[in-house]
């Protein structure tokens, strides 16, 4: 079993749309990390949370700890927000724990 | 300010072979996290550093191991190489103690094990 789980894997999505990844957890954790990862690997770290929500640009990101559920949102998507998307989390035992990744095609 | 930095970007080696990689972190960085990433498992943790002590180790054998310098430029070395431990291996580096800091991956070093 899984400590994170992810949902959709793939998604598609035409440009504008509003798009919303779902992640649970298992695991007591400390924080939550969404993950952005382009083709050819790079990985960037969008949202660290451990409470609540934050908000970059045009990202929103939302944590239940009770419910131990986090949403990444994106809102009118375009092309350039093509990527992979990774919900990881930091366990109360200092392990970490990634999700398998939400693929996201964005088509214009 | 430079971003991480790891060392080499490619590496091909063939089965039993030793391997050591190498990641230099952002400036003023004390913690640098090791990640392997495959097809198959996706992303797992190896180990974080903190002021050269390793502070967490993932579920990984023995024949990966780590280490952190005086300057916070780590290293982590794999030993006896099998077919399997070919992946692109990630580090990061975060300021503070990993998972409570925000963490800058490196682009990351493909090893393929022939």
């Known amino acids: 079993k899984n400590e994170v789980e992810q949902s959709p894997q793939n998604l598609t999505a035409q440009e504008g749309e509003f798009i919303t990844i779902n992640c649970s957890y298992s695991?007591?954790?400390?924080?939550l990390h969404w993950l952005q990862q382009h083709p050819g690997g790079g990985i960037v770290s969008l949202f660290m949370?451990?409470?609540g929500k934050k908000k970059h640009g045009r990202l929103i990101a939302t944590i239940n700890i009770q419910e131990k559920h986090s949403s990444l949102h994106i809102t009118a998507s375009h092309p350039r927000d093509s990527a992979v998307y990774i919900c990881?989390?930091?366990?109360?035992?200092?392990?970490?724990?990634f999700g398998t990744g939400t693929s996201l095609t964005v088509i214009p | 300010k430079a971003g991480v930095t790891q060392t080499p970007r490619y590496l091909i080696k063939t089965r039993g072979q030793q391997v050591t990689l190498s990641c230099s972190p952002i400036?003023?960085?004390?913690?640098v996290s090791w990640y392997q990433q495959t097809p198959g498992q996706g992303l797992q943790f190896l180990f974080e550093?903190?002021?050269?002590?390793?502070?967490n180790k993932g579920n990984f054998p023995g024949r990966f191991s780590g280490r952190q310098f005086s300057n916070s430029r780590s290293e982590m070395n794999v030993s006896t190489l099998e077919l399997g431990d070919s992946a692109l291996y990630l580090c990061?580096?975060?300021?503070?103690?990993?998972?409570?800091?925000?963490?800058?991956f490196g682009p990351g070093t493909r090893l393929t094990v022939l």
């Open positions: 990881a989390v930091r366990g109360t035992g200092n392990q970490f724990y």
């Open positions: 400036s003023g960085h004390r913690s």
């Open positions: 695991v007591g954790i400390s924080a």
């Open positions: 949370l451990s409470s």
């Open positions: 990061a580096s975060s300021l503070g103690v990993a998972g409570y800091n925000e963490q800058f």
């Open positions: 550093y903190f002021s050269e002590t390793q502070r």
